[in-house]
């Protein structure tokens, strides 16, 4: 017996083929209400638990601009729940091959809509891998949880598909706003990528490999863009010493020795498979 949210055969295979995968709505309208309330009280500097997020986290100083906030779940208990959501970890362990999940962080993500002072902030097209090759090996992924609904109106991700296939590339930039002329660098060796746009309903989940190439584009309606991206990675993640991510948060965290796995409280376990 299965639960009808989990991915089948056929998904699996899709998503190492493609290195995507559109999850189900796992999140119902009375959760995604809290969410949206309690993303608005990290915003406004008030953190139920008394930790702060990760430095250098959003606030109005920061202008209205893409708001981007890392491990927020340290901060507000309810998208703490949502970061280790066990779901969410069984899930990403099917699509991973793997027994168990551990959280690597967690980004609490604001597109702002259009409006007087707004900035309609892209976000360019990237590999996670990219900020993370402090892992030894790209064994992550990430669940994108949409708290909106959200299109190519207002900015939904999109995703290169098999471009987690092509390894390590030079290009790609999270903060990179011109993203035609990213394309054209990924053309270059890659001329049959194009962008597949990642449209889902509010409270409903999206997975990608650490390398595919992901990116979006303008938030261009009247409302927000809200959004939690939980960073997901097996239980076998290693610490790769001397790469240009070794100032990330998570080696800072956890003073790792070279070939040392993440664990401890700092990357709790989101799922292991009992059997």
């Known amino acids: ?6 991915p089948q055969a056929e998904d699996i295979e899709f998503f190492q083929s493609e290195g995507y995968w559109i999850g189900p709505q796992l999140i119902d309208a009375q959760q995604l209400a809290l969410l949206r309330e ?6 406004e500097g008030t953190f139920e638990t008394g930790r702060p997020p990760w430095r250098g986290y959003w606030t109005p100083s920061h202008g209205n601009g893409l708001r981007k906030t890392d491990n927020a779940h340290w901060a507000d208990r309810a998208l703490g729940d949502l970061a280790v959501d066990a779901r969410i970890g069984e899930i990403a362990a099917r699509l ?10 967690d980004q609490l993500l604001y597109k702002p809509g259009q409006g007087p002072d707004a900035n309609t902030a892209k976000v360019g097209w990237h590999q996670d891998y990219h900020y993370w090759q402090c892992a030894l090996e790209p064994t992550l992924l990430t669940a994108w949880v949409a708290f909106d609904d959200v299109d190519l109106a207002n900015g939904c ?3 290169l598909p098999k471009s ?4 390590l590339l030079p290009v790609g930039n999270f903060f990179d706003q011109e993203t035609e002329t990213q394309m054209t660098a990924i053309h270059q060796d890659h001329p049959e990528a194009k962008p597949v746009p990642v449209i889902l309903k509010a409270g409903q989940v999206s997975f990608h490999h650490c390398l595919t190439f992901h990116g979006s584009g303008p938030n261009t309606t009247s409302g927000p863009r809200r959004s939690l991206a939980i960073h997901l990675m097996t239980d076998a993640t290693r610490y790769c010493p001397g790469t240009e991510s070794d100032g990330h948060m998570n080696v800072e965290l956890l003073h790792p020795r070279p070939g040392q796995r993440f664990s401890g409280p700092e990357f709790p376990l989101v799922f292991m498979d009992p059997s």
Request: net charge neutral; aromatic share 18%.
């Open 164 to 167: 987690h296939r092509w390894g």
């Open 38 to 43: 309690h993303m608005d009280q990290v915003f």
């Open 1 to 6: 017996m299965h639960s009808d949210w989990l």
């Open 157 to 159: 991700m999109q995703f």
């Open 96 to 105: 991973m091959g793997t027994s168990s999940i551990r959280l690597w962080h």
